[in-house]
Nanobody, 120 residues
Framework: QVQLVESGGGLVQAGGSLRLSCTAS????????MGWFRQAQGKTREFVAG????????YYPDTVKGRFSISRDNAKNTMYLQMNNLKPEDTAVYYC?????????????WGQGTQVTVSS
């Protein structure tokens, strides 16, 4: 059974930084793409970042491009999301995502989420 466990969320002031981590178990981590989604209160979930199985290619929407950086350490079964220059509109629950393909396609596995709150 796949388990994805996020950590690193919290409260930060606008302009600050946070790093989220996601540790995976129950799957061969290095075979599959990973990613992050987020869901703000009252809004639908949205894609935040994706990374292919090798870590060579990354994907971001325009809303976070240049501020967020996704990476992975396949030896540690861990993925990271470095978030810089945070804005109040980044406030959301952030979910670690596991795909079943080498590049991000359809999310298949979800973590429990970690809250990120950015104060103005």
């Amino acid at each position: 059974q796949v388990q994805l466990v996020e950590s690193g969320g919290g409260l930060v002031q606008a302009g600050g930084s946070l790093r989220l981590s996601c540790t995976a178990s129950g799957r061969t981590f290095g075979l599959y793409a990973m990613g992050w989604f987020r869901q703000a209160q009252g809004k639908t979930r949205e894609f935040v970042a994706g990374i292919d199985s090798s870590g060579g290619d990354t994907y971001y929407p325009d809303t976070v491009k240049g501020r967020f950086s996704i990476s992975r350490d396949n030896a540690k079964n861990t993925m990271y999301l470095q978030m810089n220059n945070l804005k109040p509109e980044d406030t959301a629950v952030y979910y670690c995502i596991g795909y079943r393909t080498k590049i991000p396609t359809t999310p298949r596995d979800w973590g429990q989420g970690t809250q990120v709150t950015v104060s103005s």
